[in-house]
């Protein structure tokens, strides 16, 4: 099993560009979660998923959109980059279950100029 | 409004002694806690967890304590090794609330002195 992969590890962007973060797994996961980590600060959540075509909105949603069209996958969509958006990003995914525990992917880091 | 807390950013503590991290919480309806460990460049992985319904969890040098009337807990790691630098975080959930949204504290970077 590779777990929780994320690509790009690393990617700079100028304001006002889109991107995609994308966030695979391979462990037949209901849930998956977007964060972010600023310097200093703990996980932010920004989007979570119970399952495929089922999204909802975390702590600090505005700037971001996801989509989930199968188990595996679950990208993350920057519109229009902001300096703010600059940070790390974490994808996570765990089995369904109040004790389940979260596998977090190794995470992308993003920064916006 | 930071429902979980680690109040102290940075520990340094001697190869071989306890180390002990702190973390405060607010949210009553939070049942169901976890300390996670971070390594730079990589994601956070899971340490050791606590209901609720025990206040204390061993596994292996790791131990955490929960006093739910103080809502605070505690992670000890004894022996504590060089391995062991990394930065921690508290996290929390109510698993009545029907869903797993962990809300994560600001964490505790811990350096351990050979």
């Known amino acids: 099993n590779a777990g929780v992969t994320q690509t790009p590890k690393f990617r700079i962007l100028k304001i006002g560009q889109s991107m995609t973060l994308q966030c695979a797994q391979d462990m037949n996961h209901n849930y998956m979660y977007w964060y972010r980590q600023d310097p200093g600060m703990g996980l932010k959540l920004i989007y979570y998923s119970v399952g495929a075509g089922i999204t909802d909105k975390g702590e600090v949603p505005n700037g971001y959109n996801v989509s989930r069209s199968t188990t595996e996958d679950f990208p993350l969509r920057l519109e229009l980059a902001a300096p703010s958006q600059t940070s790390v990003y974490f994808c996570?995914?765990?089995?369904?279950?109040?004790?389940?525990?979260?596998?977090f992917g190794p995470g992308t880091r993003l920064l916006v100029l | 409004d930071q429902q979980v807390k680690q109040n102290s950013p940075s520990l340094s503590v001697q190869e071989g002694r306890i180390s002990i991290l702190n973390c405060d919480y607010t949210n009553s309806m939070f049942d169901y806690f976890l300390w996670y460990k971070k390594y730079p460049a990589e994601g956070p992985t899971f340490l050791i967890s606590i209901s609720s319904i025990k206040d204390k969890n061993e596994d292996g040098r790791f131990t955490v304590f929960l006093n739910k009337s103080a809502k605070h807990l505690s992670l000890h790691i004894v022996p504590s090794q060089p391995g062991d630098s990394a930065v921690y975080f508290c996290a929390a959930k109510g698993t009545n609330f029907g869903n797993e949204k962990l809300t994560f504290g600001t964490g505790t970077r811990l350096t351990i002195i050979p």
């Open positions: 996570a995914s765990n089995r369904a279950g109040a004790r389940e525990t979260q596998y």
